[in-house]
């Protein structure tokens, strides 16, 4: 997701499309279907497989310009079903710097896609001096790519040519393929209205839906929309603020809840995490592909929380809300959609800040207008809540990170892009230029 990226591929890409295509005899089979779906949802799964190096010096000529060219990734091989995929490493702080491209089969058929990219750079991320950067834990990763139910899959990560000679890649590295769980009936309900609520099933549960006991009752699927005359209730479930002190505060928008979309509390850490206030927003695009439907949207958001969480080593989802291509929003990591919740998200600038991101890649394909409007509507409440204009300048001191170093104190739009923050292409180009419309809309929502 960094903007910027100039390399060298030339003779390498001509090698890595001439490598071998065929499955390897002896793969597994693909697991059953079960019967029939769980009323809650059922754990999804996360296969990590180690990177190779494509070629050899003793091969034939393709094999030592591979091998030459430092090629890395794996030969096409039958795998359990998955749904989306990464690249991931050891050291949290390294970059992968080349190409990375990946091929996938549909689940049941002999169907292979044509080779998507990875963004290399996943530049949504904890702060450097975050509690979730600790230890060994937080790894390197790319973005996560949705590929829908997939059965078979191939890599190639072609290095960065750096004075005539392939980069040196980061240590460790895996490919993560990404199976989000059985679609739960609460997220079956997500688009066609508000199933009843239920009993949370663990603690976990009942902590993540408690802290959203002022908006809607515990268990349920779905925070309703409420007009401006229910601005009062939501300031004070935002961390008991005082009535009427923000009167400009747009209309709370529908919004799902981690039940609604089958969150599996148990991935992530039991505490919450809270800044002292949200002073910007910070739009994002997930860089996950737009190969989805809204029916799948849980679907993806689960398996974006699972990759953030077990693949990545952050303590939960890192975006704040998201939203699909129906406009449809959803809470994010955990915390209370009305509190001032730290998010990993704009490296640098986690602190006093939300995350929204769309589900999607927009970097030349614009981005469907529902969301676009579901973005004005949500800043609108959640910048409200705590005063904030969308259309004003926030003053926000950087943290560390590639754009402003650390203890600069950065004059940002209420409401920025990604790439405001940080040397990226996120949001893409086309959700980019949305984004004065949109200041203007939240403007108007707040009735300013």
């Known amino acids: 997701m960094r903007a910027y990226f100039v390399t060298s591929l030339g003779a390498a890409c001509a090698v890595a499309l001439a490598l071998p295509l065929a499955l390897p005899a002896g793969a597994a089979a693909p697991r059953s279907a079960p019967s029939s779906p769980p009323e809650r949802a059922v754990p999804g799964t996360t296969r990590s497989l180690p990177v190779e190096r494509l070629g050899s010096a003793a091969g034939s000529t393709s094999d030592r310009a591979a091998a030459a060219a430092g090629l890395r990734g794996l030969s096409a091989r039958k795998v359990q079903p998955f749904s989306l995929l990464g690249v991931v490493w050891d050291d949290g702080r390294a970059e992968l710097r080349g190409q990375v491209q990946v091929r996938t089969r549909t689940t049941g058929t002999d169907i292979w896609s044509g080779w ?61 393929l990404v199976d989000p769980g059985d679609e739960p009936e609460t997220a079956r309900g997500v688009q066609a209205g508000p199933p009843a609520p239920l009993a949370p099933a663990t603690p976990e549960d009942a902590a993540s839906s408690a802290v959203n006991a002022q908006l809607a009752p515990l268990g349920a699927t ?9 601005s009062q209730n939501d300031v004070n479930a935002a961390d008991g603020r005082p009535a009427g002190a923000h009167p400009f505060i747009g209309p709370r928008p529908r919004m799902v809840t981690r039940a609604g979309w089958g969150a599996d509390e148990s991935l992530r850490e039991k505490a919450f995490a809270y800044t002292s206030t949200v002073r910007a927003a910070f739009v994002h695009h997930s860089a996950s592909g737009n190969n989805y439907t809204c029916a799948q949207a849980p679907s993806v ?54 995350g929204v ?59 920025s892009g990604h790439r405001d923050g940080f040397n990226t292409q996120c949001p893409g180009d086309r959700l980019y230029d949305k984004l004065g419309t949109t200041r203007i809309a939240a403007a108007q929502l707040q009735g300013r």
Not at 148 to 164: F, H, K, N, W, Y
Not at 222 to 230: F, T, V
Request: with cysteine; charged share 25%.
């Open 116 to 176: 998507q990219e990875v963004q290399a750079h996943n530049d949504d991320a904890p702060d450097l001096d975050a509690a979730e950067r600790r230890g060994s834990r937080a790894r390197g990763s790319t973005a996560p790519l949705w590929v829908g139910d997939s059965d078979a899959v191939q890599l190639r990560i072609t290095p960065e040519t750096v004075d005539r000679a392939p980069a040196t890649l980061p240590g460790g590295l895996r490919l993560e």
């Open 222 to 230: 779905e925070i309703p929309a409420l007009g401006k005359d229910a």
């Open 301 to 354: 958001l689960r398996a974006i929380y699972r990759y953030h969480v077990k693949t990545s080593g952050w303590r939960d989802m890192g975006y704040n809300f998201l939203v699909d291509k129906c406009g449809t929003i959803y809470e994010g990591r955990a915390g209370g959609v009305a509190k001032p919740v730290m998010g990993a998200h704009t490296l640098g600038f986690n602190h006093d800040s939300m």
């Open 357 to 415: 991101a769309v589900l999607g890649t927009f970097t030349t394909i614009e981005p469907p207008q529902p969301a676009v409007d579901a973005i004005a509507a949500l800043t609108a409440w959640k910048l409200g809540l705590y005063g904030a204009d969308p259309q004003d300048i926030a003053r926000l001191k950087s943290s560390g990170g590639n754009r402003f170093k650390k203890g600069v104190e950065a004059k940002l739009h209420v409401i």
